[in-house]
């Protein structure tokens, strides 16, 4: 009998090895997150796998890359320190083989800034309309959305960095951008519509025009973002609730945990392409800033991650994916 115990345990050992060699199956690592943090006046894209991290530590292991508009030589011009005031919006895209970051803050400054080496590819200061949200759209051009200021504008960004030159909308408290690769339409969330809009026009003459017009089904829409474990989906956040929009049925559509995730001031939502794990911000009680957290909610797997004296507004999984 000890005998054939230990043959077992021989060939237990080496199905196990060669499992390792064949590389055997794990649990996929969940993706990196990004958050707009209005404390520090930074973008900071953090190791979702560790619990809390601390805003004003430059030796966190746990904060793996950083960006502000604050002392950046490249644009003074754009005046960051009134500017770059509020941080409000942060995406990762990838355009030609390069990847990039897209910000907005309330101050007015748009910018898309290279992947990991900062470069700035195209900024400007949009006003004082409340910039909200920002598109990369295919052909190099940035579309950015203002809620005060009641537009969305296609910037004929493919032409220079510091291209003014745009096409524009009216849009009732514009707040949320995406880009859609299905239907290839650049959709926008106001205070009470969802709108489709066509990019057109030459690429230093933009041009965008409404070609479908959706009502919510309640009002105040804030954040739109692809619902990427169902491409065709949006997720679309109301002052009271969270949404996904079926592009295809043209319908607002249930989906699983509806239940759980949609409550009132959600100010961001998205789920990993890696897991399915979903991720929302809504406004900490008792925060000294009324819109902003330190800690960000997870969903299927539960859990939480707390970012140390930040103030948060919104945060995404760091994925280029559009859905």
Sequence with gaps: MAAVLAVLLILAATGAAQARERGAPRAPSSSPIVAADQTTRSVLVLDSSRSRWDAEDDDDPGVLWSWSADRRAGLADLDPGTSWSNPSEVKFRSLGGKRYLLATASGGLAAVV??????????TDTGRGNAHSIE???DGNVAVAASTGGFVRLYAAATGSRATRHAQVPLAGAHGVHWDPRTRLLWAVGSRQLVALEAGGEEDDPTLTVVRRVTLPTRNGHDLAPVLASPGRLWVTTGSAVYQYSTAEQAFVPYALQSRVSAPGIKSVGDDPRTGQVLVTRPEPGHACSWCTTT????????????????????????????
Aim: charged share 20%.
């Design 296 to 323: 960000l909610v997870l969903y299927q797997p539960d859990g939480a991650r707390t970012l140390l004296r930040g103030g948060i507004y919104k945060a995404r999984w760091w994925t280029t994916a559009r859905g």
């Design 114 to 123: 290279g992947y990991p080496g900062r470069e700035v590819y195209w900024a």
């Design 136 to 138: 990369l759209l295919p």
